[in-house]
């Protein structure tokens, strides 16, 4: 086994873990090393050839390419190392990385600080029933097998799912030829962006059928069609509505969940709701010089966020390494989720120090005409008036640390919708 010695790894290569590294080499630290499984940089970003990145972040409109090769080059210019093709099978709480590849086999990297930046990974089929053919695909397989292979799944498409890479799929498949018949939701609104619904369905005519799910899947050697179904509030199907849609490719676009495995191996603390690392305002998880940003702690509809946190979690880690930050996760004050918020990011924080404090979270339900609110101890700290507020959305806000500063440490500090008085 070979050994190896850094003052931080950062474990993924996608825009977390590229900007995680850069930001760290902004912080002094030169003795960094990137380690990704691919055999290139970049991450998911690689096949994600559609327009929309980078409007936050640089003002300006680019492809998911564009914009890692940003990141690559900023890599590439300060002399980060990196390590492609290597696998990492386990970390520790010692912060001691094993991992393997081709050409060194197996490795053992003992880091100064680690950063976790793995992403995330699509549900699979589930529960559906039917019979298993081919042409079942996740939207994301569907989207690399024809932006990166070359390769068209299908002719004749239903889409399970209104999240943001179901519904890029439709546009993309129809570009392709495909016919798109109908992209599905079981809930009732899309649970991708606005933006997407208005560019990739509306534009190209592709049907939107709200609180509609499968309920069974045909074919022996390859799909020939499914059952769909309306489906009542409590998102049980209506068996009387059931109909056979003829198609030989079913997308399936159902949700996103955070790539915590290495998490387990080393006792990190997750949350319950994100199924992510519970995290503090620098992103240091609950075992000391271990951080996570990105789709890692909670899943993100805007790359530009990822890539603010991953600087978030870089600086933080290039302080810890270089004495300036507590050996222990910040707990002077807790986050919590209040009325119609399911969850909060970061869900501690210690004001002291830092030039501002941001909160990410996401709401239950759709609200219109609302007020998203900061408050402790009965009083208000910030105030932020939505026109809609939707799950599908992340919200962030801005915290001033001074005005945190001043409540008692221990105090529990509330994020919530309020709803607008008449």
């Keep these: 086994m070979q050994s190896r010695i850094v003052d931080i ?4 290569g996608g825009p977390a873990g590229l900007s995680a590294a850069v930001a760290a080499w902004e912080e002094g630290v030169r003795d960094i090393l990137v380690i990704d499984r691919d055999h290139e940089l ?9 327009p929309g990145f980078g409007l936050h972040l640089f003002q300006k409109e680019m492809t998911g390419p564009e914009y890692a090769e940003l990141y690559i080059e900023k890599v590439r210019e300060r002399g980060i190392s990196t390590l492609l093709n290597t696998m990492v099978l386990e970390i520790t709480r010692d912060r001691r990385i094993f991992a393997i ?14 950063i976790l930046a793995m992403g995330c990974r699509e549900r ?4 559906i029933p039917g019979t298993r053919p081919a042409g079942i695909f996740t939207a994301g ?19 399970l799912g209104a999240g943001d890479i179901g519904m890029i799929m439709a546009r ?6 495909a016919k798109v018949k109908a992209v599905l939701e079981i809930l009732p609104y899309p649970s991708g962006l606005k933006r997407n619904v208005a560019q990739c369905l509306n534009d190209f005519g592709i049907p939107l059928l709200l609180q509609h799910t499968i309920t069974a899947i045909h074919g022996k050697e390859r799909v020939e069609g ?6 009542n509030d409590q998102g049980e199907p209506l068996p009387e509505t059931a109909e056979f849609v003829p198609c030989d490719t079913l997308l399936l676009s159902i949700g996103l969940i955070p790539e915590t495995e290495l998490c387990h191996t080393a006792e990190i603390q997750l949350d319950p709701v994100t199924n992510g690392p519970v995290v503090d305002e620098s992103m240091m998880t609950s075992v000391p010089g271990i951080f996570g940003c990105g789709n890692v702690v909670h899943v993100h509809d805007v790359v530009d966020f990822v890539t603010m946190e991953g600087e978030k979690a870089g600086a933080g880690a290039a302080r810890f390494v270089q004495g300036k930050k507590g050996t222990e996760q910040s707990r002077q004050l807790r986050f919590a989720p209040g009325r119609n918020v399911r969850y909060v990011v970061p869900q501690f924080a210690d004001p002291s120090g830092v030039e501002e404090i941001t909160v990410s979270f996401r709401v239950k339900d759709v609200e219109r005409n609302v007020w998203a609110k900061v408050s402790a101890g009965g009083k208000l700290l910030k105030r932020k008036k939505l026109r809609i507020a939707l799950p599908s959305e992340m919200i962030r806000l801005d915290l001033d640390p001074e005005v945190l500063s001043a409540i008692a440490p221990g105090t529990e500090v509330e994020v919530a919708m309020e709803e607008e008085v008449v």
């Design 101 to 114: 590849n081709p050409q060194e086999g197996l490795l053992e990297i003992k880091a100064g600080a680690i």
């Design 141 to 159: 397989l569907a989207q690399r097998l024809v932006n990166i292979e070359g390769y068209l799944p299908g002719k004749e498409i239903v889409i």
């Design 42 to 50: 970049g991450g998911i970003l690689n096949q994600c050839v559609h």
């Design 172 to 177: 993309r498949m129809t570009l392709e030829g």
């Design 226 to 231: 499914v059952t769909i179904c309306r489906v």
């Design 124 to 127: 699979p089929r589930g529960g």
């Design 9 to 12: 790894a950062v474990i993924g």
